[in-house]
């Protein structure tokens, strides 16, 4: 097995830790209303799916419009 020893210059290890906090601020600043449209959009939730045919004895016509 092969290990390789990292050697970093302090110039490296400081970018390293403001790219870090850079990140950091920039998921903390997200506004609430963004989190909640993210998460909304990536939510496994099951879609409710309309009614489209009911098994019945009497011959009846349903009609509905979808406003949305």
Same mark, same amino acid.
Do not use: H
């Given at each position: 097995?092969? /290990?390789?020893?990292?050697?970093?210059?302090?110039?490296?290890?400081?970018?390293?830790?403001?790219?870090?906090?850079?990140?950091?601020?920039? /998921?903390?600043?997200?506004?609430?209303?963004?989190? &909640?449209?993210?998460?909304?959009?990536?939510?496994? &939730?099951?879609?409710?799916?309309?009614?489209?045919?009911?098994? &019945?004895?009497?011959?009846?016509?349903?009609?509905?419009?979808?406003?949305?």
């Amino acid at each position: 097995m092969i /290990i390789k020893a990292f050697k970093l210059r302090k110039q490296q290890l400081l970018l390293g830790i403001a790219i870090i906090a850079a990140f950091a601020a920039v /998921i903390k600043a997200v506004p609430p209303a963004a989190k &909640t449209v993210f998460n909304t959009v990536v939510a496994k &939730t099951e879609r409710l799916l309309p009614i489209y045919c009911v098994q &019945t004895d009497e011959p009846k016509i349903a009609i509905s419009f979808d406003a949305a």
